[in-house]
């Protein structure tokens, strides 16, 4: 059974960093990524990693945001910097493994003054 456990999301200013960290298990994990949805909004995609280490970006994030994995923890990450208030959402992580494709619960992330 596969299980996610997201950390680091809180409240930031405009310009603000953060990093988002997301501990995975009970399977073996090709892609690793993150999704978000804002109040109101459909979920939408951020980010995502392979096991290989190639990346792919939203267009809203690129230059912004940087994603990495520890295969060996089987930990992806979301680097955040230069955040603005329209990344103010709740950021899921998911995975795609041999047990299908899995969320996290989410973990909130607020960019206000």
């Known amino acids: 059974q596969v299980h996610l456990v997201e950390s680091g999301g809180g409240l930031v200013q405009p310009g603000g960093s953060l990093r988002l960290s997301c501990a995975a298990s009970g399977s073996i994990f090709s892609i690793m990524g993150w999704f978000r949805q804002a109040p109101g909004k459909q979920r939408e995609f951020v980010a995502t990693i392979t096991s290989a280490g190639s990346t792919n970006y939203a267009d809203s994030v690129k230059g912004r945001f940087t994603i990495s994995r520890d295969n060996a923890k089987n930990t992806v990450y979301l680097q955040m910097i230069s955040l603005k208030p329209e990344d103010t959402a709740v950021y899921y992580c998911?995975?795609?493994?041999?047990?299908?494709?899995?969320w996290g619960q989410g973990t909130q992330v607020t960019v206000s003054p």
């Open positions: 998911n995975t795609l493994s041999r047990a299908g494709t899995s």
